[in-house]
């Protein structure tokens, strides 16, 4: 499935990705293709992908995940990918 996830002055990733795991308000969730529509709030909160060639790590503060049937796109104040 399509990523993009938006700073709030920057693209931070734009790719194919097989999983997304992120901690919600609401708890921890994860998408996978085919996903349903939904979105989710993020407030200070780790954000994690895979992709093809492994795992990256991000960390949102203050963030929306919506899933569309094109996609998911993370919108989020700041985003810091860490190690």
């Known amino acids: 499935m399509h990523l993009k996830i938006l700073a709030a002055e920057r693209q931070v990733f734009s790719g194919e990705v097989q999983a997304l795991y992120a901690q919600g ?20 909160a780790p954000l994690r992908l895979v992709t093809e060639s492994g795992e990256r790590a991000f960390r949102v503060r203050a963030g929306l995940v919506h899933v569309r049937r094109e996609g998911v796109v993370v919108l989020a104040d700041e985003v810091t990918e860490v190690a």
């Open 25 to 44: 308000v609401e708890g921890w969730f994860g998408i996978l293709p085919g996903h349903a529509p939904a979105a989710f709030a993020l407030e200070d």
